[in-house]
């Protein structure tokens, strides 16, 4: 499984300039990071996730996030956590290696150059885990990167 983002590196969904919540992705997971407020006990809080839906809140109350992803994912994989005021969702990708330009469809979409370059650090990851022991850290695309789901004959699934 690779490294998630440091949280200074995480992509930032916002609403009438309040952050949403903050997430990231891996060439198998979309991680969704939402800050709990406070004085909410822990048991209140449900999160129901499905292929391509989400929906999370405080029991008793309208929904938080009750939005369409924007691609399927495994839902007998995907999970949340409660950790220190914060709701991290782990969705798992049906499509391994596809670059996702924001969880939800339709909002909060990554601009061209920050989805080019989430691709390029998708591919890198492809290669750190199809040749472990070599170190690409430095490796560099000059034009545009390759898709990594279909890169020299796509994902290999082991």
Known sequence: MAEKLAPEKRHRFLHNGQTVFEWDQTLDEINIYINLPPNVHSK????????????????????YLNHELTCPVKTDSSFWTLEDDVMHITLTKRDKGQTWASPIMGQGQLDPYVTDQEQKRLML??????????????????GSCPDPRTFMGGIRSD
């Not at 022991?133 to 695309?141: E, I, K, R």
Request: net charge neutral; glycine share 8%; charged share 20%.
């Open 125 to 142: 990851q492809r290669f750190q885990e199809e040749n472990p022991g070599f170190d690409f850290s430095q490796a560099q695309f000059t």
């Open 44 to 63: 209140q809080f449900y999160c129901k996730i499905q292929s391509k839906h989400i929906e999370l809140g405080i029991k008793g109350n309208p929904p």
